[in-house]
């Protein structure tokens, strides 16, 4: 069984950081694309930042400049350092992966279940 647990959620305000992680555990043979998406009330998920199949990072047009993402391939973890936060930066943010378990036969994409973000003075 995989599971991918995000931490460093949080209130910060505007103009602050915070840093995401999302470490993935079980039972992994091998994870491919990993990022991060959020959600915001009333509106669709959206992609934040990722890296795909080949490595490479992407950014959505809202965050360029402001966020990074990162990863430690060792301890199967994302990051996402968070900069001059602004309210509306403010949702749940997820993290997905397609990972490949010791139990099947290619990737599946897992999300993750959440966490809180709030930028607020």
């Known amino acids: 069984q995989v599971q991918l647990v995000e931490s460093g959620g949080g209130l910060v305000q505007p103009g602050g950081s915070l840093r995401l992680s999302c470490a993935a555990s079980g039972s992994i043979f091998s994870i491919n694309a990993m990022g991060w998406y959020r959600q915001a009330p009333g509106k669709q998920r959206e992609l934040v930042a990722g890296?795909?199949?080949?490595?490479?990072?992407n950014y959505s047009d809202s965050v360029k400049g402001r966020f990074t993402i990162s990863r430690d391939a060792t301890k199967k973890t994302v990051y996402l350092q968070m900069s001059s936060l602004k309210p509306e930066d403010t949702a749940v943010y997820y993290c997905n992966a397609d990972i490949w378990t010791t139990s099947s036969s290619g990737y599946r994409n897992y999300w993750g279940q959440g966490t809180q973000v709030t930028v607020s003075s």
């Open positions: 890296f795909t199949s080949r490595g490479s990072s």
